[in-house]
């Protein structure tokens, strides 16, 4: 029998069928999810995000892919145990919109040097491109797995390059924005 994880502790927790959905589904559209990626996240990693609901409503507020992943798992032959939540105030529909717009908000951007000093510690390159491909969908993870791995670039002979003093002498920086998430990065190509 295969269970789904429970990572997260000291947490209320709610059995997975008495979660209901609210039109808070439509804020991000269905067609542009990759639900494989967050079924291998939820599977490998097991379940690490809890679900937030508006207040004693049980509406989901923020968990609608996670919600959808789940479905599918248990259509797989997944058991799904019960879930943590996190209850959300509000008093009106409004109010837990806005919520909703505010936690989908971007506060704070990636660039390439805070996501190299976050991941240089625990991860080697292909471990990043692994993950990109199993678990992760972060659209411009790509552009920085790329800025990291320079050797990935075929119009860069590095046999020719004599010193990394000389190598970085031969880039340029570059700033990015993702299409997908409007984050900023700097790139060297």
């Given amino acids: ?10 947490c209320e ?6 979660l209901k959905t609210y039109e808070f589904n439509t804020l991000k559209d269905p067609q542009n999810r990759d639900i494989s990626k967050l079924k291998n ?11 937030d609901l508006w207040s004693d409503h049980k509406y989901v507020i923020d968990g609608t892919g996670r919600n959808m992943a789940l479905l599918e798992l248990e259509k797989e032959g997944y058991t799904i145990p019960d879930l943590p939540i996190v209850k959300i105030e509000a008093e009106t ?17 990636i660039t390439q040097s805070s996501f190299s000093d976050f991941t240089s510690v625990h991860f080697e390159i292909e471990e ?17 797995i790329q800025s990291l791995d320079p050797k990935s670039d075929p119009d860069i ?21 993702c299409p997908e998430c409007e984050n900023h990065f700097q790139i060297q190509i």
């Fill in 1 to 10: 029998m295969k269970t789904i994880l429970n990572k997260i502790t000291n």
């Fill in 41 to 51: 996240s939820i599977v490998n990693n097991g379940f690490n995000d809890a679900f």
């Fill in 157 to 177: 002979d590095f046999d020719d390059i004599e010193s990394t003093e000389n190598r970085s002498k031969q880039f340029k920086t570059q700033n990015v924005t």
């Fill in 93 to 109: 529909a409004k109010e837990a919109h806005k919520i909703v717009l505010d936690r989908n908000s971007n506060h704070g951007n």
């Fill in 128 to 144: 990043l491109k692994q993950l990109q491909i199993e678990e992760l969908n972060m659209p411009v993870l790509d552009l920085v």
């Fill in 13 to 18: 927790t709610i059995k997975w069928s008495e």
